[in-house]
């Protein structure tokens, strides 16, 4: 995990010497049907049922020892993928969220905000943020997040925080309408939380906190940092140590690294390259030359390693037709490819990039997929330049 990371293995392990076993089992089962669910998708068949299960089934084999859940929504998921089980679907539930067939709440939070994104105007008040809406309860549960005792509980809280810490965020700094209304003081208190308590000084960073045998282990999370970033919009100080920190953890793992299995991949291409954008004002010479030769290899990597002719894209490490659109389609806007008004980096000019963006807009309406991921790929492409 280098300098920037944390292994929490040997700690899953303390916590059950049977984990490794067990949960490999589990993950090549949650492969196996992601797969499955990108086929289906493939060929138009959208199941949102499926989708939301699958997720929070990848979440638990990779952040969990909790095997009867795992168990439980592996067979639910196979079920549906083969075309068994209860395949109808509601938008909403009880509470308002909109993630129906999630039982974690920080997921049905997250589903929540993907909707919100694309501007949808919920039928349902929100209710389900009542759990967090005064001060003591929100900073209870984001600090229960916060610090993870792996050896102790079985539990790694880091995907939770990344998810939850950020996209309340978002919601409560209001980026993302949601009709909701929050208490008063909630603004204050998360901004306070993110700036002085989850920010690390050193690297600038943000992540999980972990117990460890020889004290607590502060992580460097690119993830968790460029969505505290995104959704501030750049608003955080300790510019100058993340550029140095994101340049520096370039041929590591993600989520402490740049790589993807030794490999790039559009998804934190694109978190990467939003860190350059708002951290350019604060670069040298040499980092930005560093910058930009690393945009251009990642455009090689898009263009040339994952847009197949057709207009679609390599799976990667995406786990939805959807995702496999959304994220390269991103990374390419946010380089400025569609767009000249976001080249920070350059002054080069793309003439492939309009045809390019109708291509790959006409293969996504052939899909015949309308979630929210093919939705924010379309949306992007038509607004591109000269499309």
């Not at 292994?7 to 992601?34: A, M, Q």
């Not at 109808?88 to 539930?93: G, L, N, T, Y």
């Not at 916060?146 to 102790?152: H, N, T």
């Not at 939380?193 to 999980?208: I, L, Y």
Request: some cysteine.
């Amino acid at each position: 995990m280098g300098v920037f990371g944390y292994d929490v293995g040997p700690d899953f392990v303390r916590f059950d010497p049977s984990y490794r076993d067990r949960i490999n089992h589990y993950k090549d089962r949650v492969e196996e049907l992601t797969k499955a669910l990108f086929a289906r998708e493939s060929k138009g068949k959208s199941s949102r049922r499926a989708h939301q299960l699958l997720v929070e089934t990848h979440w638990l084999t990779h952040y969990t020892a909790r095997y009867d859940q795992i168990e439980k929504k592996l067979a639910q998921v196979d079920d549906l993928i083969h075309g068994r089980g209860d395949t109808a679907v509601v938008e909403q539930d009880a509470e308002g969220s909109f993630g129906p067939y999630h039982e974690a709440w920080f997921y049905k939070l997250d589903a929540t905000c993907d909707y919100l994104v694309n501007e949808v105007v919920p039928k349902k008040p929100l209710r389900f943020l009542d759990r967090i809406n005064t001060p003591a309860r929100l900073l209870a549960y984001l600090n229960s997040n916060l610090i993870s005792d792996v050896a102790a509980t079985g539990e790694d809280r880091r995907f939770e925080l990344n998810l939850a810490g950020t996209d309340l965020l978002r919601l409560i700094e209001g980026s993302l309408k949601s009709g909701y209304k929050f208490h008063p003081a909630l603004k204050k208190t998360i901004h306070d939380w993110v700036v002085n308590t989850w920010q690390d000084p050193q690297t600038g960073f943000f992540g999980a906190w972990y117990k460890t045998p020889t004290g607590l282990r502060k992580t460097a999370d690119l993830s968790c940092t460029f969505h505290v970033a995104h959704y501030l919009d750049g608003k955080i100080g300790r510019w100058p140590q993340i550029v140095r920190t994101v340049l520096a953890m370039k041929d590591l793992e993600f989520p402490y690294g740049w790589l993807q299995e030794g490999k790039m991949s559009n998804h934190h291409d694109l978190d990467i390259v939003k860190l350059f954008r708002y951290g350019w004002p604060f670069m040298d010479a040499r980092q930005k030359e560093q910058a930009r030769g690393a945009i251009r290899l990642m455009m090689d990597h898009c263009l040339k390693e994952t847009l197949k002719s057709d207009g679609s894209f390599n799976q990667e490490d995406m786990g939805s037709v959807g995702e496999s659109y959304e994220f390269p389609v991103l990374f390419l806007a946010e380089v400025g490819f569609f767009h000249k008004e976001y080249r920070f980096w350059t002054n080069e000019t793309f003439p492939q990039a309009a045809p390019l963006a109708r291509r790959i807009a006409n293969r996504i309406r052939e899909t015949k997929l309308d979630d929210q991921e093919m939705q924010t790929a379309l949306y992007v492409l038509e607004s591109a330049d000269g499309f």
